[in-house]
């Protein structure tokens, strides 16, 4: 069965970093884009990247420039989300999804372009 699940979520203090996974089973990996969501209190869910599989072409999205990155290990079965000089406005709960190929889904933006998705972890920063 196709499974999906985030971890690495906790406290972290304001201009630090941390590393969440995306651990993902049933499914190679490289066949299928996976999306990374956020969902801040009170706001509505936010996309923040699309990492395409094999050679297709990701996408990112503007607020995540420059302090994010998303590497992926295929042989990990896994998709990293790592962030740097963290802020108040990252707090949220991350999610990840599948898409239905390897390539973005149009629009990548949106939530129903994603299937399987994971429970979530939280992200807090704060002092």
């Known amino acids: 069965q196709v499974q999906l699940e985030e971890s690495g979520g906790g406290l972290v203090q304001p201009g630090g970093s941390l590393r969440l996974s995306c651990s993902s089973s049933?499914?190679?990996?490289?066949?299928?884009?996976i999306g990374w969501f956020r969902q801040a209190p009170g706001k509505e869910r936010e996309a923040l990247a699309c990492?395409?599989?094999?050679?297709?072409?990701?996408h990112y999205a503007d607020a995540v420039q420059g302090r994010f990155t998303f590497p992926r290990n295929y042989a990990q079965n896994t998709v990293y989300l790592r962030v740097f000089h963290v802020s108040s406005g990252d707090t949220g709960v991350y999610y990840c999804?599948?898409?239905?190929?390897?390539?973005?889904?149009?629009?990548?933006?949106?939530?129903?372009?994603?299937?399987?998705w994971g429970q979530g972890t939280q992200v807090t920063v704060s002092e």
């Open positions: 999804g599948r898409a239905r190929g390897s390539g973005c889904p149009d629009p990548w933006q949106s939530q129903r372009s994603y299937n399987d």
């Open positions: 049933g499914f190679i990996l490289d066949e299928y884009a």
């Open positions: 990492v395409a599989g094999g050679a297709a072409r990701s």
